[in-house]
């Protein structure tokens, strides 16, 4: 089963708008990434987080994480069409090394 | 080369044939992870290399599927007696440790069984 869960599945929005997206984990972990995808492509490292962080920033991201409740959310400020791509979490569990991706967000900025 | 190279690119098998993928991590990366991705689904961990330690093959899906590492560097995934439902993305990354973080990807190479 998935550790990582996105929610939405899709978003799409207008130039300009923020995005945000949501991700649900279930164990304990060392850190949780997000990627970029584009069609056809493999994926991009976005931004990292460690268990002991609550916010980072990086650009026009800003990525939250909550250990009590095991979610996180990435925010996409002033989004571009360029922007538009799949977006997925993925989590380092404390038990082993391995990196776990969730289904992934496809997100859609409509210029 | 600069980045994670992996080939080839597409790859278009017969059921039941043997197919070698291939991958070029980024030079001093210790770490090599391999994935798969059916379309428009997230990746499915299947088997990561660190250094000489032995490497962590629990995703792998059947006895089919192997993988080694040669020398620390280059990586060949082969897929044995290939049936329709191996059609998929093979993703490769590298990072310079498991505990490193960032993964660092290749585009994947294609693979379509008929």
Redesign the interface.
């Known amino acids: 089963s998935?550790q990582g869960e996105e929610d939405p599945q899709a978003l799409s929005i207008q130039e300009g708008e923020n995005a945000t997206m949501n991700c649900s984990y279930k164990t304990s972990i060392?850190?949780l990434?997000w990627?970029r995808q584009n069609s056809?492509?493999?994926?991009?490292?976005l931004i990292?987080i460690r268990s002991n962080e609550r916010e980072k920033h990086s650009g026009r991201l800003r990525v939250t994480l909550d250990t009590s409740k095991k979610s996180s959310s990435l925010l996409i400020t002033a989004s571009r069409a360029a922007d538009t791509a799949s977006y997925?979490c993925?989590t380092?569990e404390t038990s082993?090394?391995?990196?776990?991706?969730?289904?992934?967000t496809q997100l859609t900025v409509n210029p | 080369g600069a980045g994670v190279s992996q080939s080839p690119s597409n790859k278009v098998t017969e059921k039941g044939k043997d197919v070698e993928l291939r991958c070029d991590p980024i030079s001093g990366h210790t770490a090599l992870y391999w994935y798969r991705q059916s379309l428009g689904q997230g990746l499915e961990f299947l088997i990561y290399f660190q250094g000489n330690s032995a490497p962590d093959k629990s995703g792998l899906p059947s006895d089919r599927f192997s993988a080694e590492r040669t020398g620390g560097s280059v990586s060949t995934l082969t897929i044995q007696r290939t049936q329709q439902e191996d059609s998929a993305v093979y993703l490769c990354a590298s990072s310079l440790t498991v505990l490193a973080g960032a993964l660092h990807f290749g585009n994947g190479t294609r693979l379509t069984v008929t």
């Open positions: 998935q060392n850190n990434q990627y056809g492509r493999g994926l991009v490292h990292l997925f993925a380092q082993g090394s391995r990196l776990t991706f969730g289904e992934g």
